[in-house]
């Protein structure tokens, strides 16, 4: 079955490290999404990337990083300069046909210690 | 601004007892009305797109309904299971992208 992967499920971090979650599709979807989701707030976007070798930031992309070297994977790292990183993190593919919605995987809760 | 906001933040029904969630929706040109289903934990899975005033979807118990200014989604007699969180998102012509904005959802429980 089609779908996309996340992984880990959940990860902690200590202070001053980064951490890479990593995201895999094989729905042949040429846009791939970070968001983060905190609890009482919508979904923020982080970075979004339409294309292999190519990616835009979002709304709150300080702190995070991300490349697009395959389009299947589209992995994010946390780096130590972001300074509120506990939250859940979720990965979304869509196709080139913008109304069929996003697909999502299955989340990373990421917590640091 | 483009912005979102989902109505009422939860809701606590009986089983059998039929309601609506709101989502109303400032946007400049709407591509695209989304609704998602979110379980504890786990990521949103797709319910239905919307792309005009008066269009109407139907799946199981949901049916969803959009304005020019918001759209409803009815829950007609739901059960336990129904129990989520359920997100409203839209999709502005102006993004040129696929980005969505998203409202903070409706935490829904249904009690047997």
């Known amino acids: 079955d089609g779908g996309i992967t996340q992984s880990p499920k959940y990860l902690f971090r200590k202070e001053g490290q980064n951490v890479t979650l990593s995201c895999e599709q094989n729905l042949n979807h040429d846009a791939m999404y970070w968001y983060r989701q905190d609890p009482g707030q919508g979904l923020r976007l982080i970075y979004y990337s339409q294309i292999v070798n190519d990616f835009q930031k979002g709304d709150i992309a300080e702190g995070y990083s991300v490349s697009r070297e395959k389009k299947e994977s589209f992995p994010l790292t946390v780096t130590s300069a972001q300074k509120n990183p506990t939250a859940f993190y979720l990965c979304?593919?869509?196709?080139?046909?913008?109304?069929?919605?996003?697909?999502f995987g299955s989340g990373t809760r990421l917590t640091v210690v | 601004e483009d912005q979102v906001t989902q109505s009422p933040e939860a809701l606590r029904l009986q089983e059998g007892e039929s309601s609506s969630l709101n989502c109303s929706y400032t946007?400049?040109?709407?591509?695209?009305l989304f609704w998602y289903r979110q379980d504890p934990g786990k990521g949103p899975e797709f319910l239905f797109t919307?792309?005009?005033a008066g269009e109407e979807k139907e799946k199981e118990r949901l049916k969803a309904t959009l304005t020019k200014k918001e759209s409803f989604l009815h829950i007609t007699a739901p059960k336990p299971e129904d129990s989520a969180t359920y997100l409203c998102a839209v999709q502005p012509y102006a993004s040129g992208t696929y980005k969505y904005i998203f409202g903070t959802g409706t935490r829904l429980k249904v009690l047997a």
């Open positions: 919307l792309y005009s």
């Open positions: 979304a593919s869509s196709s080139g046909v913008a109304n069929y919605g996003y697909t």
């Open positions: 946007v400049s040109g709407l591509r695209g």
